[in-house]
């Protein structure tokens, strides 16, 4: 499994696609937190806190995410290299496992700069270090579990094609349903004496809990359970192709 890690994080950093959605990722960020006029703007605030990035950071990692898992499988496939992978010495279990596994750790480096954010912030703030630390590590906590429910997404999708763009596209579109379509679908009438029920289902209730700084056990037992059956279906996939199944 170390290989597989390994190999996935040194093939995205070996690429310029890796670092211009990195770096696109971090000039949003930048942009609307510290040079674009309105709410999201930390000098226009009045106030010490980075609430900015985890309103906007959701948004971005629809698209981010997405481009670092979309050539794990269809990369691949597209290579002619799955087959020889499935004939190596490794389980379902550990080949998916590295290849998400080493796209959160990606995440996790393209929002290592934002705590500059946070530090910049806490010098500005009146007192200095006038910024609630908890809550701050907290939503930091909740977009990290975020970014790896859309990077368990993103395995799946890559799994469905052999083209890297169609694999974007797949679970750009899943990630968005997971993350605001069960809010859309509590918000329909004929769900309304079950309209919380229908809203929990989905990824943002959960994220906007953490981001509050509450880390809550069921919380963190919904975004568990969300990336294993993400996982679970990407294992399923993988073990009909190498049955012979389920081409695309």
Same mark, same amino acid.
């Given at each position: ?23 696109v ?49 269809a990369e ?13 010495? +490794? %389980?379902?279990? #550990? $080949?998916? @496992?590295?290849?998400?596994? =080493? !796209?959160?750790t ?26 609630d ?26 799994? +469905? %094609?052999?083209? #890297? $763009?169609? @694999?974007?596209l797949?679970? =750009? !579109? ?36 953490i981001?509050?700084?509450v ?26 192709? =190498? ?6």
């Amino acid at each position: 499994m170390f290989f597989i890690f390994k190999k996935e994080v040194a093939s995205f950093f070996s690429s310029l696609t890796g670092y211009i959605a990195v770096g696109v990722f971090l000039l949003l960020c930048s942009w609307f937190l510290w040079l674009s006029p309105g709410e999201l703007n930390v000098l226009s605030a009045g106030y010490a806190n980075i609430d900015g990035l985890f309103f906007i950071a959701p948004w971005l990692f629809l698209f981010l995410a997405p481009a670092i898992t979309m050539r794990s499988f269809a990369e691949e496939r597209k290579a002619g290299t799955m087959e020889m992978l499935l004939t190596h010495p +490794l %389980t379902e279990v #550990q $080949l998916i @496992a590295g290849k998400f596994l =080493a !796209a959160v750790t990606v995440v996790a480096v393209s929002l290592l700069p934002t705590l500059l954010y946070f530090y910049t912030v806490s010098d500005l703030g009146n007192p200095v270090g006038n910024i609630d630390s908890g809550a701050t590590w907290g939503a930091l906590i909740g977009l990290l579990l975020l970014a790896a429910c859309y990077a368990a997404v993103g395995i799946f999708a890559s799994l +469905l %094609t052999d083209s #890297q $763009l169609v @694999a974007f596209l797949l679970a =750009a !579109a899943m990630c968005f349903f997971i993350y605001l379509g069960f809010d859309g679908l509590a918000a329909l009438p004929y769900v309304k004496n079950i309209n919380s029920v229908v809203a929990n289902l989905g990824v943002s209730q959960h994220y906007k809990s953490i981001s509050r700084g509450v880390v809550d056990l069921r919380d963190m037992a919904y975004f568990a359970g969300v990336i294993a059956v993400f996982l679970a279906a990407a294992r399923l996939k993988l073990r009909a192709r =190498a049955w012979g199944r389920w081409k695309f």
